[in-house]
């Protein structure tokens, strides 16, 4: 019996042991990642237990990786981007000052308590957090920052906007889904209640779906790369799954319809577009900003692709 303790002691301080590692493992992994992708300075690290989580996510939703451009420095100072944030959060009235949101490292990749002394002793503020005149000034000559946090512009790929957002609303509810921010911290992110109230329900009704989303988002990513190596077939296959499966963004239905038409199957290329209308129309979040413009878009392409296939029909009945 006594040598059966020894082995389940030994057993559990090993367990511990490798479990210790795993979590080092995990700020080490994340701190590569950065090395990798040529971050000259690299962001503060969140603990062991977020990175793990972060690199668990990072093939899925690579923006969670604070952006290279959110580490440069953006002033004479040796300030972030996150600094400014800071001051103008400070110097906000509508903030609960006594609890620090969890952008700051998440998202602008800087520790709040670090660069409080390195603030203070550049001037900007006191040891009571107040705003000096200099940092007054600060926020006024950055006022475009200010906007682009309180307003972010989705991400853009090739000049195309995307159907998938590095933005605030993403950010949050990765952060709310994870536990890292509870419900009402993810509502007093938004500038009113209604942007909180209306971001609540489209996040309740996608995380409904959120395991087959997440395939149908890589999906996507893969036919992406499929196409650019000459692989149409199997990317048509992956974006086949997607509308099949009535994918809520526009990307599969528009390389299908696009493909079809190259490879002049225009009665698949109908039946695409038919789709994108009423996925549009029945399934997209009716206040979602981007609905109407494209549930519009897919109704002008349909219309044109029938259009051309009456013409069509038309010519070869003539030439008979």
Known sequence: MKNLFSFVKNLNVQ????ASINKIDSTEKLLALYRQKNYKRIPFLPNNEECSKILD???ILPSLLVRKEYMDIIYQDDLYRGDIIYLWWLAN???NKKKIPAYFVFKYGISVNERSGTLISLGYIDKQNNLTDKAVKLIELHSSIINEHKFPE???INDKQTEIYVDDKAFYDDLLNRGVINEQEYKEAFETTKAANDASDELLTMNKYSSKELKMVNNNKRGITLEKSGD???AIELYEYNIKHRFQGNHPYDRLAIIYRKQKRINDEI??????VDVF????YKKRPDRNVKTNRFKERLGKVHSDKKHENERR????
């Open 15 to 18: 367990s511990k042991s490798d």
């Open 57 to 59: 996510r990072y093939d």
């Open 93 to 95: 009235p509508r903030t």
């Open 154 to 156: 989705p991400l853009l």
């Open 232 to 234: 149409v077939d199997k």
């Open 271 to 276: 039946r695409v577009l038919e789709v994108a």
């Open 281 to 284: 129309e029945k399934d997209v």
């Open 317 to 320: 009945n003539n030439n008979e």
